[in-house]
Nanobody, 127 residues
Framework: QVQLEESGGGLVQAGGSLRLSCAASGRTFSRYAMGWFRQAPGKDREFVAHISWSTGNTYYADSVKGRFTISGDNAKDTVYLQMDTLKPDDTAVYYC????????????????????WGQGTQVTVSA
């Protein structure tokens, strides 16, 4: 099991940027694939981005492609989500999640495919 803690959320105007961080502790971080999800009030948790450490592959939801970037720092056991050109529709609680990495670097976008979750950080984008 890996423990995850998100930070970096806040209030920003439309068009602005935020960078979320997810610090991991516990088992060897590099053996995990990491994902970011978000959940708006009254909606299901949805996939945002995923990174595979074994291959470096990254995947994004269509709604954030070209605006968000997922990256990580193995030395710091931290994964980041850089969010640019934010829109009010991006308002949600953002969660990072971990699962055992996949040697082929496949995409995992279903929340049920992840084992460990952080507590979430609120992102609010005003119009």
């Amino acid at each position: 099991q890996v423990q995850l803690e998100e930070s970096g959320g806040g209030l920003v105007q439309a068009g602005g940027s935020l960078r979320l961080s997810c610090a991991a502790s516990g088992r060897t971080f590099s053996r995990y694939a990491m994902g970011w999800f978000r959940q708006a009030p009254g909606k299901d948790r949805e996939f945002v981005a995923h990174i595979s450490w074994s291959t470096g592959n990254t995947y994004y939801a269509d709604s954030v492609k070209g605006r968000f970037t997922i990256s990580g720092d193995n030395a710091k056991d931290t994964v980041y989500l850089q969010m640019d050109t934010l829109k009010p529709d991006d308002t949600a609680v953002y969660y990072c999640a971990a699962r055992p990495d996949d040697p082929w670097g496949r995409r995992f976008s279903n929340p049920r495919e992840y084992d460990d979750w952080g507590q979430g950080t609120q992102v609010t984008v005003s119009a």
